[in-house]
């Protein structure tokens, strides 16, 4: 393992650390028509000019962080200098980042075995000979010492006129492969049930491949796990490979287009195509349930083509702005139909308050919900035989609900300090014009719930008591959960939020979070109108405030264990007490000084849905 890690690391960095655009040669001209993910930079040297411009680089660059990563840097300088040495190179051989860089990863078929696999090819463009030449040299020192000392064999040969490397790596994974098997040969370590629970080996993605191809072509390097779409990839570079033919036909592939368009020009982007991901998928599906699941999943969320995601730093609205989209040519199915119009309303409702971390509001069309669940029903087989009998009376159950319901979810989240348990509050709240005809089918389904007046609105609770034999505890004391019914919503979530929400749906909106700075100044960056969802996040104070509900709840857990195994319990609290050691010196005050609130919209499309994502400064920089 530690051989084949050594020579990935060297691989690794040469290729991060490589690359300078001149006559461009981006990886989507030349990834394999059957890619299936996708991520690039046109100039990785503009990026870093972007970021540099940013807060997050003065919060990088600020002497608290310096300090605080000083030893970590040390060790690491340390490790790449002695790695430097035992390769025999110059300390200059590893180059800064200055252009095109991509990777692909793309199905790729074993015509021995039948079988469609992963494969991968990456590329950078240095741009001038000098850092091309570095890189070489540092990538073809490891490949010697590998050949050496560790026993790795290769082959040179000639490709399309370039010198090409094929590094066999079989040998590697295979004792890897013996060594994950020792280890997992137990259940989860020594523990008194590990011979009789034996865990099984697992196989990662790319532990089928055999080889790796290495070449450099003039100021690139290009390394491929297929010698197939290699080639192809040098046909595209030398201009033979014909329109629509080999990997050119992946930039001309409708899909891809469609994305590349809706993300726009960025920094840096990732896509990823589904076309061909089951067929990857299916390799390791021997029991074939993806062919059952397929058909499910798209009568659920209609069938989508791929994802698109787009970063630019540096924005003129905010220090981070992410463009994002799904693709579903052949139109919506399923619940995705149910969140295909604009909000009726963007403005924030009377439980938003000031201690808001977080809010989140949604367009759904509750009263179309059944005619989904019937649609999904009837899609599978298997869900027919075991609920399609009963499908009528859990229509007539939930439809008064669901029609009683409007089309607008909120979500909203608040912590107070000091952080305690009762500290951090959730509540889901949904519009309800009809709300006699909800609490009329709620009452007829209450079962255990308790219901009684709270202002003069309704509220049905359940006691922890009543929950625990149902749900587990989950390293925290367990709420009483209440669904509040007033001030037009049905409000959902543990007793004292809902209380609360119920007790601000009656007073006037003065003072919430819509009268917070940061709040309007995010809104003001990404007006949310016609958005079908959109959301707010106090960013920092959410860090916070989420790192303290987790050490909460592992504490918790803690304590619960040394109930049992005291011995246990004091082991974990030492392995809490180290991975903690770092976040423990975090300075959120430093943070708030460099990193303002986030805010986010997404828009529904005749093909999809479309996004928006900002991250802004502090409100100083």
């Known amino acids: 393992m530690l051989k084949r890690s050594f020579i990935a690391w060297t691989f690794c960095i040469a290729i991060l650390n490589a690359s300078h655009a001149a006559a461009q040669t981006t990886i989507e001209k030349i990834a394999p028509e059957k890619t299936v993910f996708i991520a690039g930079t046109k100039k990785a040297q503009t990026m870093i000019e972007h970021l540099k411009a940013t807060g997050l680089w003065s919060l990088w660059q600020s002497e608290q962080l310096k300090s605080l990563r000083a030893d970590a840097m040390k060790t690491m300088a340390t490790d790449i200098e002695q790695m430097l040495e035992d390769l025999g190179v110059e300390k200059d051989t590893l180059v800064a980042p200055n252009g095109a860089v991509g990777v692909a990863l793309f199905a790729a078929t074993d015509h021995e075995l039948g079988t469609t696999n992963i494969g991968f090819l990456a590329m950078a463009d240095y741009g001038d000979p000098a850092s091309a030449d570095k890189t070489d040299q540092l990538i073809q020192a490891a490949l010697k010492r590998g050949e050496e000392k560790d026993n790795i064999e290769f082959e040179e040969k000639d490709l399309a006129g370039r010198t090409l490397f094929s590094i066999d790596i079989s040998k590697m994974t295979k004792d890897e492969g013996a060594a994950d098997r020792d280890l997992d040969d137990g259940f989860q370590g020594d523990d008194e049930f590990g011979d009789a629970f034996p865990m099984p080996a697992t196989k990662g993605p790319f532990d089928h491949i055999q080889t790796i191809h290495y070449l450099r072509d003039g100021n ?4 491929c796990s297929e010698l197939t779409a290699l080639t192809e990839a040098l046909d595209v570079i030398d201009g033979r490979a014909a329109k629509g033919a080999g990997p050119a036909g992946f930039a001309d592939r409708p899909d891809f287009q469609a994305l590349q368009g809706k993300v726009g020009e960025n920094d840096a982007y990732a ?20 062919e059952m699941m397929v058909p499910m999943v798209r009568s659920v969320v209609g069938k989508v083509d791929g994802y698109g995601l787009g970063v630019r730093l540096n924005g003129p609205s905010a220090m981070i702005e992410q463009s994002f989209a799904v693709y579903m040519p ?32 949604v367009s759904f069309e509750f009263s179309g919900l059944m005619d989904v669940i019937r649609t999904v029903v009837n899609s599978n087989p298997m869900l027919q035989m075991q609920v399609g009998q009963e499908l009528p009376d859990i229509e007539e159950s939930l439809s008064p609900m669901t029609t009683a319901l409007g089309m607008q979810v909120h979500v909203t989240s608040s912590a107070t300090k000091p952080f305690t348990d009762a500290s951090f509050k959730s509540l889901l709240a949904i519009d ?32 922890p008591e009543m929950l625990g034999p149902m749900l587990p505890e989950m ?21 004292p939020a809902v209380e609360q929400g119920l007790r601000a749906t009656s007073q006037a909106a003065a003072g919430g979070l819509a009268a917070n700075a940061d709040f309007q100044r995010a809104a003001a960056a990404l007006p949310v109108r016609g958005a079908a969802a959109w959301g707010y996040t106090d960013t920092v104070n959410s860090i916070e405030a989420t790192l303290a509900q987790q050490r909460m709840m592992l ?21 809490l007490k180290e991975e903690l050691a770092l976040l423990d010196k975090i300075d ?27 991250l802004l400064s502090a409100k100083d920089q």
């Open 220 to 223: 690139s390097v290009l390394l």
């Open 271 to 290: 896509i990823v195509l589904t076309r061909d991901l089951v067929d990857i998928l299916s390799a390791n599906d021997d029991a074939g349930m993806l």
């Open 330 to 361: 052949g139109g919506k199915a399923g619940l995705t139909t149910l969140i295909d119009r604009p909000l009726a309303r963007t403005s924030l409702p009377q439980f938003a308050s000031a201690d808001t971390l977080s809010y989140s509001g």
């Open 432 to 463: 309800c014009p009809k709300p006699q005809q909800f609490e009329d089918a709620l009452a007829a389904l209450a079962g255990p719930l308790e219901a009684r007046d709270f202002l003069g609105q309704r509220i049905y609770s359940i006691e």
């Open 475 to 495: 390293g925290m004391e367990m709420e009483s959960l209440s669904i509040g019914i007033g001030g037009g919503f049905v409000l959902l979530g543990p007793t």
């Open 555 to 575: 504490q918790k857990e803690i304590d619960q264990q040394r109930a049992w195994d005291p011995e246990s319990a004091a082991a974990m609290e030492a392995r």
């Open 588 to 614: 959120f005050k430093l943070l708030r000084e460099h990193i303002g609130p986030s805010i986010w919209r997404m828009r529904a499309t005749e093909d999809g849905f479309e996004g928006n994502a900002y």
